[in-house]
C-alpha cells in the first residue's frame, strides 16, 4: 500500500511547488489581530422580496477589500475583517446602486446592514450602468464568476463558447466539446440549484441559449462531497427574472455565411410572483468547424455545413416569504445540421437532429431568524428534475458506404436513432448549530430509460446487421459533509459519498470517496488552500455496444466503466488594493480508468472508451483587473499536460490503441484567453485573444515525455491566436432602449487547423466572421 502512494509524490510535489513559487510572500503575525464580519440581506424596497446574486463591494480608504454574492435568500457575509471604518456597496441590475457606511468596532463579532433597494427606469439604466469583464474570482472560493450583463460575445457564440473562454484550464475546441483539463465533457450544469444530466454522446446541440442565463459559477477543484458524477467543472447557472413590471426584448441579426437570427424576452416581477420566457432561432452555413482546408489557395473550404438551431425557455419563481423560494424552469432546444465531409474520402450527404429539454423544479427553505446570521440556522433544498434527449443519424441515399462489420468486408452506411430520459431527485439539509461549524446531508439519485436503434445498408440499399435496445440505468448517490472553522483564518471541510452507477453491459459499479479542504485566510485579500479527493465519473447511461453481437463478427467489445480517479489540488487567491485579483493553482489527476471519447469509423457516432492509466497535471492563473475608471479586463492562462498509457476498452469496436504513452485527444499543453472592455456610460469597445498551442494531431512521435513542460510537438497541430471584438452602443429613445452592436471573429482572418484527426476527426479553424444585431428593449 505504501508504495502505490510513493506513485502520487511527483505530480503532488510537483504542483505544490509550482504554486508555492508564485506566491508573494505574506506576513503572518504571530497572533493576529481581533477580527470580525460584516453580514446583511437585500432586498427589494417595494415587495421586500429577497435579491439574490447581487454584488458586494466592502471598501476602506477607497480600496476594494473584500467582495460577495447575497445567496438565494439575499444574504451575505464578510468574514475576517479587522476593526475600523469600512463602506459597503450593494450592486444590483435593475436597481440603484447603495453604499453604506459602518463601523467594525474591537470585540464586535459582527455588523449587521441591511439594504432596501429602488428599482431604476429601464430608460436610465441604459445610460447610467457600465459594463465590465464578465469574469471575476472569489477571493474566498477561487471560483470564476461569469456575469451575462457584462458579456460582449457575439450572437452566434453558445453556452460552450462560454465555458471554453470563461474557464482557465479549457481549451478552444470543435463546435459544442468543451475540453477542460485536457478532459472531455466530463463537467455538469446545475441550473438554479438542480442538476441536468449530460445528453447523449455525440449530441452537438446547446442545452440552453446564453441569454437565459443571470450569473454562472465556474468551480474546477476543491468540491464539496456533495459535487458528484462529471466534475472537471461543476456549473452552476442562475438564470435570469429581471426586475419590475412587463419587460420585452427582442433583437436581430445578421452576418458572414448566411448567419441570422432572432431571439425574444418576456419577464414580469411583481409581488410574490416572477416569470422570465425566452425564445431563439439561430441558422448558418457554418454550423460546425470546417473539416477541409485548400493548402494550394489558403482558404478554407466550408461546404455541407448548414444548421439551424432553436431554443425556448421559461422560469417562473415563487417567493411567499423571506424564507421560501420556488423555482420551475423549463427548457426545450433542437438544431439540425448537415455533417460536413472531405470529398476525398467520398461524398456523403449525412444530416443529423439533435433534440435537448429539461425540467427542473427546486424549493428552498430557511429555518431560524431572519437576519443574515449564521449560527442555529438551517436549511432544506429539495429539488426534482426531468431530462429528455434524442438524437438521429441519418446517411444520404447516394453515400459511398465505409463501415464495415469484420469480418465481412461489405461496406455499409450507418444510421442511428436514439432517445432517453432521466427522472431524478436532489435533496438536502444543511444545519449550522452555531458560527463556524455546518453539517450537510443528502442525496442525489436518478433512473433513466430510453431505446437505441441502429440499421445499416449496403450501396444497392440492401438492409445489413441491425439492432435495437432498450436502455435501462441509474445513479445513486449520498453524501454527508461538515465544515469546521476554529477561527476566521482556518476552516477544515471534509466529507464522504457513496455512487453507485448501473448501466448496459457495465452491471452495478460503486465507490466510496471521501472529500478534504483546508483553507487558511490570514485576511480577507488573501486565500490559501490545499485538497484531496476520490472521484467517482460515470459514463451515460448508454448501450452503444448492442449492434456489435448482431453483427456476429465474433467480436464482443467490452463496457466503458466509471472513471476512478485520486485528485491533488493546492491554490492561492491575492486581491491587490488598486483592483487586480490573482489565483494561482496547481493539480495532479491519477485515473484508473480514465475516459475519453471516439469516433465510430465511417460515422459520426461518438461514444465513450477507457484508457487504463490517465494522468494530468496542470497549473493555471488567473488575474483580474477592475481598478476605478472605464477599463477592466481578465487573463486565463493554464499549462497542462494530459497523457495516457495502457489498453483502450469499450469502444464500438476494439481497436489498435496507440503503443506507449500518448497524448489524450483533448491535450493542449498551453491555452490562454484574455479579454479588455472600454465601457462609458452607454458606449462599450470590447476585443478577447483566444492562445492554444495545439491539440493533438493523431501523429505517432518517436521522442515522446511526459513532463508538464514536454510539448511533443510532432504529435499536436501548430499554435494559434485568435482576436474577437466587439462595439455596441446603448441610447434611449422614449420608453425603449436601442442597441446597435457589431462583432468580428478571427479579425486578422488567421487560417490554422483546430485539431487533427486521433480520437475523433480532424477540425479547421473557423475563418473571419462579421455579425451586425440590434437590439431594442420595452
Known amino acids: 500500500m505504501l508504495s502505490s502512494w510513493k506513485s502520487y509524490f511527483p505530480g503532488a510535489t510537483l504542483l505544490v511547488a509550482a504554486v508555492l513559487a508564485g506566491c508573494p510572500l505574506v506576513a503572518l503575525p504571530m497572533r493576529p489581530p481581533p477580527t470580525g464580519d460584516i453580514a446583511g440581506t437585500v432586498a427589494d424596497s417595494t415587495t421586500g422580496k429577497p435579491l439574490p446574486g447581487g454584488e458586494i463591494r466592502v471598501m476602506q480608504n477607497g480600496s476594494v477589500v473584500a467582495t460577495a454574492v447575497t445567496d438565494a435568500f439575499g444574504r451575505f457575509i464578510i468574514h475576517n475583517l479587522a476593526a475600523g471604518d469600512y463602506a459597503v456597496e450593494i450592486r444590483y441590475l435593475g436597481y440603484h446602486a447603495v453604499t453604506r457606511h459602518t463601523t467594525l468596532g474591537q470585540t464586535e463579532a459582527q455588523v449587521a446592514i441591511d439594504f432596501r433597494l429602488v428599482p431604476i427606469p429601464i430608460n436610465l439604466e441604459a445610460v447610467e450602468v457600465r459594463a465590465a469583464v464578465p469574469l471575476a474570482v472569489d477571493t474566498r472560493t477561487g471560483n470564476q464568476i461569469f456575469k451575462q450583463n457584462d458579456y460582449h460575445g457575439a450572437p452566434t457564440n453558445t453556452t460552450s463558447q462560454i465555458l471554453q473562454q470563461s474557464i482557465v484550464g479549457a481549451a478552444r475546441a470543435p463546435t459544442g466539446e468543451v475540453h477542460i483539463r485536457g478532459q472531455h465533457a466530463e463537467y455538469t450544469y446545475y441550473v438554479d440549484g438542480v442538476p441536468v444530466p449530460s445528453g447523449i454522446s455525440g449530441s452537438l446541440n446547446e442545452l440552453f441559449d446564453p441569454e437565459v442565463v443571470n450569473q454562472i459559477d465556474f468551480q474546477t477543484g476543491g468540491w464539496d462531497a456533495e459535487y458528484g458524477g462529471k466534475n472537471a467543472a461543476v456549473v452552476n447557472v442562475n438564470t435570469r427574472i429581471p426586475t419590475g413590471g412587463l419587460h420585452l426584448d427582442a433583437s436581430n441579426y445578421n452576418g458572414s455565411f448566411a448567419a441570422q437570427g432572432q431571439s425574444v424576452n418576456v419577464s414580469t416581477n411583481a409581488g410574490k410572483f416572477g416569470f422570465f420566457a425566452s425564445g431563439a432561432r439561430q441558422a448558418t452555413d457554418m454550423r460546425r468547424e470546417p473539416v477541409v482546408f485548400d493548402t494550394l489557395r489558403n482558404t478554407v473550404e466550408n461546404f455541407h455545413n448548414d444548421g439551424t438551431d432553436l431554443f425556448g425557455f421559461a422560469k417562473v419563481q415563487y417567493v411567499p416569504s423571506n424564507r421560501d423560494v420556488v423555482s420551475l424552469d423549463v427548457n426545450r432546444s433542437r438544431t439540425r445540421f448537415a455533417v460536413p465531409f472531405d470529398s476525398v474520402e467520398g461524398i456523403i450527404d449525412d444530416h443529423q437532429q439533435d433534440v435537448n429539454g429539461f425540467a427542473n423544479l427546486g424549493w428552498r427553505h430557511r429555518f431560524g431568524e431572519a437576519a443574515a446570521v449564521e449560527a442555529g440556522s438551517s436549511e432544506l433544498f429539495a429539488g426534482v428534475f426531468f431530462r429528455d434527449g434524442s438524437l438521429t443519424y441519418t446517411p444520404g441515399p447516394t453515400d459511398e458506404p465505409s463501415f464495415t462489420f469484420y469480418p465481412d468486408t461489405t461496406p455499409y452506411n450507418l444510421s442511428e436513432d436514439r432517445d432517453f430520459h432521466t427522472l431524478g431527485v436532489k435533496v438536502d439539509y444543511l444545519l449550522r448549530p452555531h458560527h463556524g461549524l455546518e453539517f450537510k446531508l443528502g442525496t442525489l439519485s436518478s433512473v433513466t430509460r430510453g431505446h437505441e436503434d441502429f440499421e445499416t445498408a449496403d450501396s444497392a440499399g440492401n438492409p445489413g446487421p441491425a439492432s435495437t435496445s432498450k436502455l435501462s440505468g441509474s445513479d445513486v448517490g ?45 485576511d480577507p485579500a488573501n486565500t490559501f488552500w490545499v485538497y484531496y479527493a476520490r472521484l467517482f465519473v460515470p459514463t451515460n447511461v448508454e448501450d452503444l455496444r448492442a449492434i456489435t453481437s448482431v453483427a456476429d463478427s465474433g467480436v464482443v467489445a467490452e463496457p466503458t466503466l466509471p472513471e476512478r480517479d485520486h485528485f491533488f489540488e493546492v491554490g492561492y487567491v491575492h486581491r491587490f488594493p488598486f483592483g487586480v485579483v490573482t489565483k494561482l493553482s496547481g493539480y495532479y489527476k491519477r485515473s484508473t480508468p480514465g475516459i475519453d471519447d471516439n469516433t465510430v469509423p465511417g460515422s459520426a457516432i461518438v461514444t465513450s472508451v477507457n484508457i487504463e492509466q490517465v494522468r494530468i497535471t496542470g497549473v493555471e492563473a488567473v488575474v483580474e483587473i477592475r481598478p476605478p475608471g472605464p477599463v477592466s479586463g481578465y487573463v486565463n492562462v493554464a499549462l497542462n499536460h494530459a497523457y495516457g498509457f495502457g489498453k483502450i476498452t469499450g469502444g464500438f469496436f476494439p481497436a489498435e490503441p496507440p503503443s506507449g504513452y500518448f497524448d489524450l485527444d483533448h491535450d493542449q499543453r498551453l491555452s490562454g484567453a484574455g479579454s479588455l472592455v472600454y465601457s462609458s456610460r452607454g458606449l462599450y469597445l470590447s476585443a478577447t485573444g483566444i492562445y492554444g498551442s495545439g491539440l493533438t494531431n493523431g501523429n505517432d512521435t518517436a521522442s515522446y515525455n511526459t513532463g508538464l513542460l514536454d510539448f511533443n510537438k510532432d504529435a499536436h497541430v501548430s499554435p494559434s491566436f485568435i482576436l474577437n471584438a466587439s462595439a455596441g452602443y446603448a441610447l434611449a429613445l422614449g420608453g425603449a432602449v436601442v442597441r446597435p452592436q457589431v462583432y468580428v471573429e478571427n479579425v486578422f482572418d488567421k487560417k490554422y487547423l483546430l485539431k487533427g484527426a486521433f480520437f475523433s476527426g480532424a477540425s479547421v479553424g473557423r475563418p473571419r466572421t462579421v455579425q451586425v444585431r440590434l437590439n431594442i428593449g420595452l
Open 478 to 522: 449520498v453524501y454527508a459533509q461538515t465544515a469546521v472553522a476554529p477561527s476566521d483564518q482556518w476552516e477544515l471541510r471534509t466529507g464522504v459519498r457513496f455512487d453507485n452507477h448501473n448501466a448496459p453491459f457495465a452491471g452495478n459499479q460503486s465507490q466510496v470517496s471521501p472529500r478534504v479542504k483546508l483553507s487558511f485566510f490570514p
